[in-house]
């Protein structure tokens, strides 16, 4: 087994939930006080990534090589949840959603990957969404693979205006949307990088202008990834 196959396999991380909206923009906070506020610090669209030792487990479905991680071949599962229209119980199959990015930012050049399995749902808004369990995060330089540290994933609730987080050589990186079309609803995946010292914004890239770009892709069924490519374009109907 190879550094990085084994580095990845020896960790992965805690459970997480949703909630409807817009991903929480309070995320940023530096990493010593998400570890040590951990449980507070979970809201309902919030997932943690790696925030303990004790997750640490070995992933029992192994995975593809690509770009140095083991990326597996997502699933669709099926929970029961309460209808909003009937309120009525009836099952409902989400699928694991699975990204891999683009990680660029001065003279860093990487990516990372990240894994989300379905744990049950959400019906407090007009249509039940997904609620996950965290499958682990992780980073990769040159093929060689490490853990995410103070990892959080957004999924954005029914519009799913997802962010993900997380530490990394004393700052805080959040990948976010630059664009949103009408009744703000993203119209692709997470395409820019917000960087925060500590708590505080150092570095917005994600307003119109898009300085910090990065590229985000889903993870399809037979583990593969369409080309990290930028492909940016405004959404249609955003007014900036």
Sequence with gaps: ?????????????????????????NL??????????????????????????????????GGKPLLGFLVREPKQQQVKCVDPMTQGEKPFTFGQTDFICTFVHQAISGHVYFRSDVAGCDSSGIAPVPKFSSGGAWLAFNGVVQPITGGRYSYGGAHNNDAFEFDYN?????????????????????????????????????????????VCRQVKADASIDPLTDTFQKCPGDPN
């Design 1 to 25: 087994m190879n550094r990085s196959n084994a580095c990845m396999l020896l960790w992965a991380s805690t459970v997480f939930v949703l909630a409807a909206c817009h991903g929480d923009n």
């Design 28 to 61: 940023a906070r530096d990493s010593s006080a998400a570890d040590s506020s951990q449980a507070d610090a979970r809201t309902d669209d919030t997932a943690v990534f790696g925030d303990s030792a004790v997750d640490a487990v070995v992933p029992s479905d």
């Design 170 to 214: 004393g700052r805080r990186y959040r990948y976010d949307h630059s664009s949103f079309g009408v009744g703000y609803r993203k119209c692709q995946p997470m395409d820019c990088l917000k960087v925060y010292t500590g708590t505080a914004l150092s570095e917005d890239g994600c307003t119109p202008e898009r300085k910090l770009p990065i």
